[in-house]
């Protein structure tokens, strides 16, 4: 569904196009349809190949466009070093995480041997995923920041960006203890885990809606 | 264990919704904030806008006036005067062989002043700017420059009607005259072109002279520019986009569009 409802807000963008031309906002709806793809694809991949699919090729492509978008929408220079930090941000904790889980990759990339990455699955997962939301968390709360200290405020509804942060929001933070916890959920109360599993899917259609009303409500300025 | 995990996330969601709502609240006293300065700010603009018009229309009043007081003190006047002196002298005079050619003399300077009074009131009426076209007020100044023989100036107007009000036809005809004058003063010009035109709906209006031109960035920068300044001003005033360039040794074009 949700690579469904990617393609579908995708769809909207390049029926919206003229009103994205002359921004950034032009490249979002091939990054949505391309993410769409992505996520259908990842269905193709199963166990350990799944995690190392999303943490080399999807989570890099999802959040660095992500804090590319929002630093070439800034207003001004003095929030790129905010957006440049998240980038640096995002970069050492590859390199943590491909520290921390040094004998992992060694055995996976060097040795070849794909099914030890299972004993970690759960932290290995937890932790990329929770960093970068953290991490867009802050460059969410900047481009707030951003509007609510410019006139931009008074007509946010027509600032596309605004529509992909509420989105971003909704799905992201809400989804943030789910994602912390869904290892042990699905281990010890698969009826609480299912339940958690429906809501992100809820809330990750909301996003995408909220990406569609963006798209329609926009206006340049 | 199962209870305690429900109160986490119950916890974690409770406090996310709560942030959410302060943070709205907190978004909506900042937008009416920002709204009642934004209202502020644009009574304040049309207050400027209407002093400035004020202000054009006063100076095309004095224009006017001045106009007015120099014909009949330069010219009616003393041609009143010669006429009072032909009396005066035709009166002494014991010539009555010439008397005739005298009161011919007389007359012919009498209408000649006629004619300039007629000349007056039509400066008069024509500076009632609501009862004529932007392009005949505009033709009426070529017409100065044209006597003034300083230099050549062409006006080319392929407008379908004139859709002007008087704010858009004072500012407009304002500008114009500000920048001839400009040209006439320090551009050592030899031709003036206006041109009157439409374009994508827009109403266009080119002033253009091949004179010295000028560096505007350096003009501006100097601070000297208060005619440049009042020419932005009141394109502002009628929402009109402003666009001056200037190359030295080329000439300066002022387009104006609405």
Known sequence: MPSALAVVSSLVGFYNYRKLKGTYWITFPYYLFFQGFLDNLGGYFNGSWNILYYTFIVYPYLYLYYIWIFKKNAVSSSYNKIYNIAFLLFFVNYIILLLLYYNNFYNIFILGNIDVIHNDISSFDIYLENNTKIILFIIIITYFYEIISTSKILYFYQDLQFWVCLGLILFELFTFPYNTFKFYLFENFKDLGTKMFYIEKALCALMYFSFITGFICMKKR | MYEKTIIIFSTYFI??????????????????????????????????????????????????????????????????????????????????????????????????????????????????????????????????????????????????????????????????????????????????????????????????DNGIGFDVAQYQLESKGIGLKNMKNRAAIINAKFNLESQQGVGTSLTIIL
């Open chain 2, 15 to 208: 406090l996310f919704l709560a942030i959410m709502v302060i943070g709205l609240f907190f978004f909506i006293v900042q937008y009416r904030k920002t709204k009642k300065q934004e209202i502020l700010e644009k009574e304040m603009t049309a207050q400027r806008h209407a002093k400035e018009l004020l202000s054009t229309r006063l100076d095309i009043q004095q224009k006017t006036m001045t106009e007015i007081g120099r014909d009949l003190h330069d010219n009616i006047g003393q041609k009143l005067t010669l006429a009072s002196i032909y009396t005066q002298q035709m009166s002494h005079n014991e010539d009555f062989d010439n008397i005739e050619a005298k009161v011919l003399e007389l007359t012919n300077l009498l209408n000649e002043t006629l004619q300039d009074i007629r000349g007056v009131s039509k400066t008069l009426i024509n500076a009632n700017i609501e009862n004529n076209s932007l392009s005949d007020l505009i033709k009426n100044e070529c017409k100065k420059v044209e006597q003034s023989k300083i230099c050549k100036i062409e006006f080319k107007d392929e407008l379908s009607k004139d859709n002007f009000n008087t704010n858009e036809k004072l500012v407009l005809l304002r500008i114009s005259q500000e920048f001839i004058q400009n040209s006439l003063k320090y551009a050592n010009c030899s031709l003036i072109s206006i041109y009157l035109y439409e374009k994508d709906g827009k109403t266009y209006l080119t002033l253009k």
